[in-house]
């Protein structure tokens, strides 16, 4: 609506489109885009559709991480049980 250097006059919706638009100044590094709501969803919309090999990619690694994790602490359970338990004294 308005802008100068610093401050940017914007309309915005509340969130999930309730109630009547209203109007707020705003710095101008607090505004991340600017649009109507259906250029918002497209520019959302290409935006997950360009990142999704990335997204994919991290989710595999956070699979294959979690799997590895499993195997580790399975393996320190495999080696608990087969060494006997020593008394080592003290206690509480």
Wanted: proline share 5%; hydrophobic share 45%.
């Amino acid at each position: 609506m308005w802008a100068d250097k610093e401050e940017i006059l914007v309309e915005q919706s509340h969130i999930g489109g309730a109630g009547k638009p209203f109007k707020n100044l705003l710095p101008v590094d607090h505004v991340m885009a600017i649009g109507t709501i259906p250029e918002l969803g497209e520019i959302q919309r290409r935006c997950r559709e360009e990142l999704k090999p990335l997204t994919d990619a991290v989710r595999a690694a956070q699979e294959a991480l979690r799997a590895a994790r499993d195997a580790v602490y399975a393996r320190l359970d495999d080696i608990a049980a087969a060494e006997p338990m020593r008394d080592v004294g003290g206690g509480i």
